[in-house]
């Protein structure tokens, strides 16, 4: 998030850190400067216009309605609100105009985010009613444990384990815990945040999340069932219009989506453009974007510029 404001230029007035007790007077580097770090109760008592949340639902949830109620937009990268109904859940390029007078505002799930870009220029113009989903998640997703891990195992040594199984050359269709339904909770997440986002309950997400020794973003295999007629053109058109997304699709010449590529970048890549060879009003797509920008910081900060744009700071 610190790089994202800083690369973006976000206009920066002040910067509070917050974290818990144990980090106090401790310092972080933002822009060249070492600032210090205070508690989460000094960061209320100073009223800042926004606050980004990524610490984790319970944090949160104790605190995200502290900051709103001195006026503070808060913009949650947890899952804690993300389907509260009061809570607007936002992609910029998607859905910008959930967003109302509501002080809090949620960060959608790093696979859903990359899902929804893709999703949404093809359900505005054929009206998607089905997506069945297959990710190929970095270790990233599960944060420094997990990159631990996959170099651990990788380094032939003793590594501390996050996953219930080794993870370097090995695939986990298990991401989160599981659920009575057999699914697993990233996987309904998929599965109720689209619909959120979209603005329609009638799409119908189905999901399967694999675990992957990869470090640099996420994958998904995504097929989809549209109501209206289409053309592989008219996919690749509605795609190419929309902003953040870019087409790389030309398979013979070996160009397609790769998360060694997304690495670092902002963008959602989309390829592998193809229609079902059983179902005349099937395609399949192949997405692929860095989780921790675009699928996390990027998109947080989006919305904190879009807000900025708005107006919603000038006194």
């Known amino acids: 998030m610190l790089a994202g404001l800083a690369a973006r230029k976000f206009p920066v007035k002040e910067l509070l850190p917050v974290a818990s007790s144990r980090s106090v ?43 709103t109620a001195v006026g503070t937009t808060v913009i949650d990268n947890s899952s804690a609100w993300r389907m509260d109904p009061d809570v607007p859940l936002v992609v910029p390029e998607v859905n910008a105009d959930a967003i109302g007078d509501d002080l809090l505002i949620a960060n959608p ?14 359900h505005d113009r054929f009206l998607i009613k089905r997506a069945i989903v297959s990710t190929y998640q970095s270790v990233t997703g599960t944060g420094q444990a997990g990159i631990d891990q996959l170099e651990g195992e990788r380094a032939g040594g003793q590594a501390t384990r996050v996953y219930p199984h080794p993870i370097d050359r090995n695939c986990l269709p298990h991401c989160d815990v599981f659920l009575e339904n057999d699914f697993t909770k990233e996987e309904m997440k998929l599965h109720h945040e689209t619909k959120k986002i979209l603005g329609d309950e009638a799409v119908s997400v189905s999901a399967t999340a694999v675990r992957v020794p990869v470090v640099g973003g996420h994958s998904e295999s995504v097929y989809l069932e549209m109501e209206r007629s289409f053309s592989v053109p008219d996919v690749k058109e509605a795609l190419t219009l929309m902003p953040g997304l870019i087409i790389q699709d030309d398979p013979m010449a070996d160009v397609y989506p790769m998360p060694v590529n997304s690495a670092g970048k902002d963008e959602v890549f989309v390829g592998r453009i193809r229609r079902d060879l059983s179902e005349e009003q099937g395609i399949h797509l192949w997405i692929v974007s860095d989780n921790l920008r675009k699928g ?6 989006q919305i904190a510029e879009y807000l900025q744009k708005s107006g919603r700071f000038r006194k």
């Open 296 to 301: 996390a910081a990027i998109n947080a900060i």
């Open 25 to 67: 007077g401790n310092s972080i580097e933002f822009k060249g400067e070492q600032i210090p770090v205070i508690s989460v109760e000094e960061a209320v008592e100073r009223k800042p216009d926004i606050a980004l949340f990524s610490a984790g639902g319970s944090v949160s949830l104790e605190w995200a309605k502290a900051f």
């Open 109 to 122: 799930n790093c696979s859903t985010i990359q899902l929804v870009m893709a999703l949404k220029p093809l």
